[in-house]
């Protein structure tokens, strides 16, 4: 069988080109796989899950009778985690339906507490 010399340059030339494509489309024109699409698009209904939960727990926070006791342990501990932990186990952070409480949610629930109350003072750098 006769092929035409120029078939076997044309066919390195292809494969080469698609490559070269490839190479150029994932790494400057953006585009993505599908696992991590869905790993982006997981990250951002994460956020906006929890943005839309935080006014819940501020609400709760207000609402308990013992909110006085609760954002004392709270105001306590000078480091960010530490006071996280304490409005976990304030039950401000759970989620209807879930039995733990949301680490996530705590976290940006503490950092709107922070900035509505001045009661909370902010915390050191950790050292504490």
């Known amino acids: 069988m006769n ?23 994932f790494s400057w024109a953006g585009w993505t796989t599908a696992a ?8 951002m209904a994460d956020q906006h899950v929890i943005a839309a939960l935080v006014p819940v727990c501020l609400e709760r926070a207000e609402n308990d009778p013992e909110q006085a006791a609760k954002l004392a342990t709270i105001r306590q501990p000078a480091m960010v985690v530490r006071r996280r932990d304490a409005l976990l ?39 504490g």
């Open 36 to 43: 991590a699409a869905d790993r982006m698009g997981q990250a």
């Open 89 to 127: 186990e304030a039950g401000w952070a759970t989620i209807e339906g879930n039995a733990a409480a949301s680490r996530t949610l705590a976290t940006a629930c503490l950092a709107a507490l922070e900035q509505r109350n001045t009661a909370l003072p902010p915390p050191s750098d950790g050292a």
């Open 3 to 25: 092929t035409p010399e120029w078939l076997k340059p044309g066919l390195i030339g292809a494969v080469a080109g698609g490559v070269a494509v490839a190479v150029a489309g």
